[in-house]
Nanobody, 121 residues
Framework: QVQLAESGGGLVQPGESLRLSCAPS????????MAWYRQGPGKQRELVAT???????NYRESVKGRFTISRENAKNTLDLQMNNVKPEDTAVYYC?????WGSGWVGQVYWGQGTQVTVSS
């Protein structure tokens, strides 16, 4: 069983930065592919960024150049650095863990409870 706990959300103004963290409680973190998702008000959950066990990253087009996903296996941490945030980035952000396959997952996927990010002036 893998438990995920997100932190770092809050209220920020457009153009500011925010760093989200996810702390998986598992000894097998280095073997997991990780991702950040978000769900805005009235919207479906969408994939924001992925980082596989080898460190390869992928981003949705709207956050490329602004967001950076990173992981530190020795510390069991997954981060999402969000720069130049926009009102449309407002959402609950979730981290997820499992085995990525193509544009989806195969097998068990673990989810955190989410952390709210609000971008507003």
């Amino acid at each position: 069983q893998v438990q995920l706990a997100e932190s770092g959300g809050g209220l920020v103004q457009p153009g500011e930065s925010l760093r989200l963290s996810c702390a998986p409680s598992t000894r097998i973190f280095s073997t997991l592919d990780m991702a950040w998702y978000r769900q805005g008000p009235g919207k479906q959950r969408e994939l924001v960024a992925t980082i596989n066990r080898g460190g390869t990253t992928n981003y949705r087009e709207s956050v490329k150049g602004r967001f950076t996903i990173s992981r530190e296996n020795a510390k069991n941490t997954l981060d999402l650095q969000m720069n130049n945030v926009k009102p449309e980035d407002t959402a609950v952000y979730y981290c997820a863990a499992g085995t990525l396959w193509g544009s989806g997952w195969v097998g068990q996927v673990y989810w955190g409870q989410g952390t709210q990010v609000t971008v507003s002036s």
